[in-house]
């Protein structure tokens, strides 16, 4: 056995059978062994981004880490925009990325560049293994590493003669030594919080955003009086019918900031302190009132469930406690393509248990409130606002989770980063709606424009938030992948356009010409 035979058995054996990969000659040893491994289900991405989103999108669904396969110091950075935004979902990954043999490095070849350099950033655990009988220990240390609370990316690099020479065997991957928990003072502090009658936000994100936590965090509201809402982005959140329904903390400055204004307490579950995406002249970073304070309850990782259980009987709260709530009616939409019927034809066609993946940008600041009642469903969102998030997360979310639909809803700008996706889509027959909202232009730029003070675009300023001169031929650009697409114009053609495409059961993608 050599030693990418030995990694690929140990990734098996420590639970990572999905490789997402996209490899080159310093990894053909890795490729090789695929063939000989039973059990590892082994998916081509066509551009970097792709990968690692896919990997993400895996881990959110699956809650395990799936592995990539990158080509040196340059396919690692092709795929570091979705890393990024991975580790500030607190996906786990394990990444395997080839390097020269030990005894090329320092002739400087063409690919040769600082590998490690390039993962710290994202990686809370690199390593480059040094020989090929120590690559299955590195490995499971990396399955280990990659499945901590919270969850983390590791990197192992791999030198090509680590692949290939003789390795002693596989690892095993050791036991997690942690449970995830949560601090019994920090939940009395919140209790004490919320029962002291002042205007208290109990703040949720992670795992309190499973179904269960926010049942505890709806008994809890209707108990004391606190409003309960969800952080502005969050990597998964039960939505639907059934499922207590928040509101996010707004991404426009402006409107965060009223909505902040009545409050003396904020109660963090897993959440940050809320904070404004960018800076503006003349407005806060922070954006809780003066006088406000926040007090954690848990941090990303922790047990937050338990720990809204914890709080909840600290409270007294009870099932019968919990707040009533009114769902806004939803009804299929008829006439012109306005951001209202987009909403209703959406909320819709949320298929019973899909997936929705939003990277809608603006089209979908107001889909929240009609989609609370749709059918059942997870809602998953970018936290690391590197756009070109969707479409590769979407075909993660497919392959983890293959007998549930998803939804990949994104803006046109935001679709071209990682248009690749759509033939990976095509080739795994994965069961993913990709709605692009092709409004021709980077909308979110115009209203940032302003907010930052920059005046008036011009026609050179306007000609950089456009994407118009040639139009995106959407239909042709899936068609070329091997999905099948259509343009809609009307809410009507909308709504048979996702009827359509959500019972097809394989890829397909609806250009929304607004
Ligand atoms: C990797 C990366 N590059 C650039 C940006 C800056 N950016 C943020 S939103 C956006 C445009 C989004 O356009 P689109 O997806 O069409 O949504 P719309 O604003 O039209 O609703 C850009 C370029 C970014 N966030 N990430
Ligand atoms: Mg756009």
Redesign the pocket.
């Known amino acids: 056995m050599n030693g990418a035979e030995s990694l690929v058995r140990t990734l098996v054996k420590g639970g990572v059978d999905v490789c997402f990969t996209n490899p080159g000659t310093s990894e053909m040893h890795f490729v090789a062994a695929l063939d000989r491994v039973e059990g590892m289900r082994c998916v081509l991405g066509l551009f970097e981004g792709v990968v690692t989103g896919a990997a993400d999108g895996y881990y959110r669904m699956k809650g395990t880490p799936a592995s990539t396969l990158l080509h040196l110091g340059p396919g690692l950075a092709n795929g570091i925009?979705n890393l990024h935004n991975a580790k500030k979902a607190a996906s786990g990954i394990v990444n395997i990325v080839g390097q020269h043999a030990t005894y090329h490095i320092d002739y400087n070849a063409p690919l040769t560049s600082d590998i490690e350099g390039l993962a710290r950033p994202m990686s809370a655990w690199v390593r480059t293994s040094p020989d090929a009988k120590s690559v299955a220990r590195d490995g499971a240390a990396a399955i280990a590493a990659a499945k901590s609370s919270p969850a983390q990316i590791a990197t192992l690099i791999l030198p090509a003669d680590t692949a290939w020479n003789e390795a002693d065997g596989i690892a095993e991957v050791p036991e997690h030594s942690q449970r995830p928990t949560y601090s019994p003072q920090a939940v009395e502090a919140a209790a004490r919080v919320l029962r002291s009658g002042e205007p208290t936000l109990l703040l949720l994100s992670g795992n309190a955003l499973t179904e269960h936590g926010l049942a505890l965090a709806q008994r809890i509201a209707g108990k004391t009086g606190a409003k309960v809402m969800a952080q502005t982005y969050n990597a998964r959140m039960a939505r639907g019918q059934g499922r207590y329904w928040i509101e996010r903390i707004p991404y426009v400055v402006d409107a965060a900031l009223p909505i902040l204004k009545p409050f003396r307490h904020i109660v963090l579950v897993e959440a940050m302190d809320p904070v404004a995406f960018f800076a503006y002249p003349d407005k806060p970073s922070l954006l809780k009132p003066e006088g406000c304070e926040a007090h954690r309850v848990t941090e990303v990782g922790e047990n937050s469930v338990a720990a809204l259980e914890a709080l909840a009987g600290a409270l007294g709260a009870k099932a019968s406690d919990a707040a009533q709530q009114k769902l806004v009616e939803i009804a299929k939409p008829t006439g012109a393509l306005t951001l209202d019927n987009i909403a209703q034809a959406i909320a819709m066609a949320i298929p019973e248990n899909g997936i929705v993946i939003d990277e809608s940008?603006?089209?979908g600041r107001g889909f929240f409130p009609p989609t609370a009642a749709a059918a059942p469903h997870d809602w998953l969102q970018n936290l690391g606002?590197?756009?070109?998030f969707s479409p590769p997360v979407a075909v993660g979310a497919a392959v983890a989770c293959p007998d549930r639909k998803v939804l990949c809803m994104v803006?046109?700008?935001?679709a071209m980063?990682t248009l690749q996706a759509l033939w990976t889509q095509a080739r795994e027959n994965l069961d993913v709606t990709t709605v692009v909202?092709a409004?021709r232009?980077?909308?979110?730029?115009r209203g940032e424009f302003d907010g930052v003070g920059a005046g008036k675009p011009g026609q050179r300023a306007e000609d950089m938030l456009t994407l118009d001169r040639p139009d995106l031929d959407w239909v042709a650009l899936a068609k070329g992948m091997g999905v099948p697409a259509r343009n809609v114009s009307t809410a009507d053609e909308l709504n048979a356009a996702l009827a359509a495409g959500l019972s097809s059961g394989g890829p397909n993608l609806i250009a929304v010409q607004m």
Do not use: H, M, R
Request: proline share 0%; glycine share 20%; charged share 10%.
């Open positions: 925009a940008i603006t089209t606002g590197s756009i070109g803006g046109d700008g935001s980063y909202f409004n232009k980077y909308q979110i730029l």
